[in-house]
């Protein structure tokens, strides 16, 4: 619930900004800053708290990718391999029906038994325009269809994602 300043708190805050300009007298664009100023303050709270909700309630959808057979180098199959660790994490953003998720990928390593020089680590799927990209192809094709359907500068679009939560995933 907001508190709303009261015309005294108000006229207090406009000679403040009158006096931090070096003038004597406030003016009506004093007030209406002062109010701006006290509105913004007031709903800030409320704000912050609708943004931590989106980022809480964000889907991310986690999957382990193991090595397989193919990904063995040659001559050495995967029943001379043993398991290191619990794997590498890698964070992907993708665009699923109106919405952003998060993808965790677990890649797995395998330290072969003998020669322990020997590692293999399960591959990333390709879905990204770039190697090793933040951003799944689904971001990049709604960057575009936005950009053409919707008529929306690529400056706007930037905006309107950085209101989303997926900015705050990083």
Known sequence: MSR?????EV?????RLAECEGRTETTDADVKTAR???????????????RKDR?????????TIEVTAEDMPEGMSIDEFRPLGSGET????????GHYVI???VLQ??????????????????????????YDVTCYTQCV????????PLQRQARQSARTWHRRCW
């Open 145 to 152: 269809l936005s950009r053409i359907l919707d008529v929306m």
């Open 11 to 15: 006229e207090a805050l406009a000679r």
């Open 36 to 50: 701006r100023q006290n509105g913004r303050a007031a709903s800030e709270a409320t704000r912050e708290k609708r």
């Open 90 to 97: 890698r964070t992907v953003v993708a665009y699923v029906k």
């Open 4 to 8: 709303h300043a009261s015309a005294a």
């Open 109 to 134: 390593k395998m330290q072969h038994v003998e020669q322990s020089n020997v590692i293999v680590q399960a591959k990333m799927p390709k879905r990204s325009l770039v190697a090793g990209g933040k």
């Open 55 to 63: 980022t809480e309630t964000a889907p991310i959808l986690e999957q």
């Open 103 to 105: 993808k965790r990928y």
